[in-house]
């Protein structure tokens, strides 16, 4: 029974005061609601210093999850050129200028990449499968076209299906080819149409908007795989350089289990050597470092910087309001107030401040992600991603790709941006707090 | 001692080189009414501070009601003038963004009391004080009469054994000083208050039944 009761402050003068443990709690309660109550009408009667505050604790929520929301976006966007081919990494190997630069000719990234070591590429851990490419560049005296001869898989002539504009989607083993619209368009090309590729005519099945999924490993002509490789395998600036067989390839799409990227990159650099290119979400962020960091870290930066004034802003209000209180603050230590709970009060003034500035600076950076929708970026591709033979004016193409990302707001960064704000608050109370106290009664004396 | 309400016992005080308090000594009797009187700068405000607990003396005791204020740490120094001290200033010092009714509550805020016992109480003195129809207003709607009543209200809100007043009457007219006068003695004597007032006119001083005069930090005399 003992226990049910507690002491309370002592009354001095008196014996201390017992009162049981519920009726105590209830008091309690009461007495926080009285502080919430109090810290509402001083901040209601300052609504100036209130709203500055709020404002700045906002500003540097909404800088924070906003700047954040835009880097991420960016930095997917960035992404997207290496994930639209279909395959996680993409192999190459440095090659040699061909002697003469006439009929067909492999571009200078896409070396010859034996059978024997795709079947190698095949068996390195987390490689999921492989899809097999020729790349060839057709150089006539009248007109250049690039050429992609591909596996007839997900990655390959199917994926090239289902971009078809107009026409049919051809297979492994068909004798046609399929047309960019692009390329159709400038060159009048029509389904049916007979296209010359390496000397010989195929006819047009079909044009696809290879656009729609970027300008990595984009060609003017694909065609079935093996009968790239049977036109590599002729053409004489191609076997000037490489004993290049009818199985062999010169560009291979490799799926990766993503959890073992970075292995399956390693090894297969090390299987190519000095000459391999391995292309892949990693070497692309590498290669574009400075975009990402522009995206990812100035946006911290900014954030950062903005966090900083936000702060120097509460901790000039609220070391004004506790300089303009001191009078106040002399009154409630004159009338008994201990100083932890003058404290207390100033901290939950500042409390409710920033958890109000949170709240709102997280709803405007909702409104501005909903507001923006999406970003809209332009980068330069790699040339060895979309080779074109530089030295015909008509033939280069434009590497640039515009992409474009949703805004999202990320609320584990948003929750981590409100308690950054609360916690602006909180410490700048206490720093305001930590002044040199003012003695109480040279405030309130009459003379 | 324990029929003293306050026993100031060789006080000294000094700001810099200025000596404010030259060893006072002063015994009184609970339920007193005391008047301090005396010259701008003799001290008599900074004992009134001593004895509240809110100066620290340089040297020498205080007590209220038997209570050491000056040697006790700042948190019991707060709990003292919380429960046994009431203080009612010049400029009225009222905190403006609250109500009358709010401001009166403020000492009792850390009270083990039910809320509900608390707001009847402030309830009541602020009808004691003719204010009763004014409890919603903030200091800034009330006038300087007005505003002293409320202040009064809240010094006594915890029914403390000690009422210390600073020139209460300093801010306000005549005809006002005289009824916010009238009403801290009427409202003391009901509440068996002991009061301390310092003041600098004869008039008010009069209605005390002893009168200190202070000179250059010392007392110069006491009347009964």
Redesign the interface.
């Known amino acids: 029974m003992l226990g049910f009761w507690i002491m309370?402050?002592?009354?001095?003068?008196n014996a201390p005061?017992r009162?049981p443990v519920l009726?105590?709690k209830?008091?309690r309660e009461?007495?926080n609601m009285?502080?919430l109550?109090?810290a509402v009408?001083?901040l209601?009667?300052?609504r100036g210093r209130s709203l500055v505050t709020m404002i700045s604790i906002a500003l540097a929520v909404l800088a924070v999850v906003v700047m954040t929301a835009l880097a991420t976006s960016y930095a997917r966007a960035i992404l997207v050129p290496v994930q639209t081919v279909g395959a996680d990494v993409i192999v190459q190997v440095q090659g040699d200028i061909p002697p003469k630069l006439e009929g067909l000719v492999f571009p200078h990234p896409n070396a010859l990449v034996p059978a024997a070591t795709v079947a190698r590429i095949r068996h390195i851990p987390g490689v999921i499968s492989l899809t097999r490419a020729v790349y060839l560049w057709d150089l006539e005296p009248d007109r250049y076209e690039s050429v992609l001869g591909i596996d007839d898989n997900d990655v390959g002539l199917k994926r090239l299906g289902g971009l078809l504009t107009t026409g049919k989607a051809i297979h492994g083993d068909d004798r046609a080819v399929l047309a960019d619209s692009d390329f159709a368009t400038k060159n009048h090309i029509r389904v049916g149409d007979l296209l010359s590729v390496g000397g010989e005519r195929f006819p047009v099945a079909g044009i696809v908007d290879a656009a729609l999924t970027g300008k990595v490993v984009r060609a003017d002509v694909y065609l079935p795989l093996v009968v790239a490789q049977r036109l590599a395998a002729s053409a004489p600036e191609v076997r000037a350089l490489y004993p290049f067989n009818a199985d062999d390839c010169n560009l291979v799409l490799v799926k990766a289990d993503r959890e073992q990227l970075e292995g399956v990159v390693a090894k297969v650099k090390a299987l190519l050597g000095k000459k391999g290119v391995v292309s892949s979400e990693l070497s692309f962020r590498q290669a574009l470092s400075g975009v990402m960091f522009l995206s990812r870290r100035m946006g911290l930066i900014i954030a950062l910087v903005i966090s900083v004034f936000a702060t120097a802003f509460v901790l000039r209000a609220t070391a004004s309001a506790v300089t303009e209180r001191r009078?106040?603050i002399?009154?409630?230590?004159?009338?008994?107030?201990?100083?932890?709970?003058i404290r207390r009060q100033v901290l939950v003034e500042n409390l409710v401040l920033a958890v109000l500035g949170a709240g709102v600076g997280i709803g405007v950076a909702l409104a501005v992600a909903i507001a923006l929708g999406h970003i809209s970026i332009t980068i330069d591709l790699p040339w060895d991603l979309s080779s074109t033979p530089h030295f015909i004016p008509s033939a280069a193409i434009n590497r640039t790709q515009t992409i474009t990302a949703a805004v999202r707001l990320s609320w584990s960064i948003a929750a981590a941006a409100a308690l950054g704000g609360v916690l602006i608050g909180w410490l700048t109370a206490f720093a305001a707090l930590a002044l040199p106290r003012p003695?109480?009664?040279t405030s309130?004396?009459?003379? | 001692m324990t029929d003293l309400a306050i026993h100031v016992e060789a006080v000294k005080k000094r700001y810099g080189a200025l000596e404010v308090l030259r060893g006072v000594s002063l015994a009184i009797p609970k339920g007193e009414f005391t008047a301090i009187i005396g010259k701008s700068g003799s001290g008599k405000s900074t004992l009134l501070g001593v004895i509240a607990g809110l100066e620290r003396p340089d040297e020498g005791q205080v007590h209220i009601m038997g209570q050491d204020v000056a040697g006790v740490a700042d948190r019991q120094a707060a709990a003292l003038r919380r429960h046994s001290i009431g203080i009612v200033f010049q400029a009225f010092n009222l905190i403006p963004s609250l109500t009358a009714l709010d401001n009166v509550l403020l000492p009792a805020f850390f009270e083990a009391t039910p809320e509900s016992e608390r707001r009847v109480r402030a309830t009541g003195l602020l009808e004691r004080v003719g204010l009763g129809n004014r409890m919603d207003h903030r200091p800034s709607a009330l006038s300087g009469g007005e505003q002293q009543r409320v202040a009064i209200a809240r010094a006594l809100m915890n029914n403390p054994a000690v009422l210390l007043a600073d020139e209460p009457t300093g801010n306000l007219d005549q005809e006002t000083g005289a009824a916010v006068l009238d009403l801290i003695i009427g409202l003391g004597r009901m509440e068996g208050t002991t009061l301390l007032m310092v003041t600098h006119d004869p008039d008010v001083a009069a209605k005390a039944s002893r009168v200190i005069e202070m000179k250059d930090g010392r007392i110069a005399n006491a009347d009964t």
């Not at chain 1, 002399?330 to 709970?341: E, T």
């Open positions: 309370t402050e002592r009354n001095p003068g005061r009162i009726w105590a209830a008091a009461a007495r009285e502080v109550r109090y009408s001083e209601l009667f300052r009078r106040e002399a009154v409630l230590q004159a009338i008994g107030w201990p100083w932890r709970h003695a109480p009664w309130l004396r009459s003379e």
